[in-house]
């Protein structure tokens, strides 16, 4: 398995830079995924997000569908793409430390 830095630790990873180590996310590793993706400051509203995705995926075991997310969050689609450069899939899921959604987020 591959590894990634992160605030200064390394992390196991998947082949697209998922953490696979849930349990050992905190808010660092949120901040540096987000330094990777050209983001340098998260806002009340990318924690709204991610801290939903995380909520959601520890009660659940997966992570939610988008319209769950959009319903729950209030945000709509294009704010949640101008939040997370690379979308609620593939940024937002990677910044809150959960895996890569098996279908749409």
Request: net charge negative; with cysteine; proline share 5%.
């Amino acid at each position: 398995m591959a590894q990634i830095e992160l605030a200064g630790n390394l992390y196991e990873v998947d082949e697209k830079g998922f953490l696979q180590e849930t349990e050992k996310w905190n808010e660092d590793i949120a901040r540096a995924y987000a330094a990777l993706e050209g983001v340098n400051e998260l806002t009340e509203d990318h924690w709204t997000v991610i801290n939903y995705l995380r909520d959601y995926y520890l009660e659940n075991g997966i992570c939610p569908m988008i319209r769950r997310l959009v319903k729950v969050t209030g945000f709509k689609l294009y704010q949640l793409y101008k939040l997370f450069p690379e979308g609620p899939a593939n940024s937002a899921c990677k910044w809150a430390g959960v895996p890569k959604p098996t279908g749409c987020v």
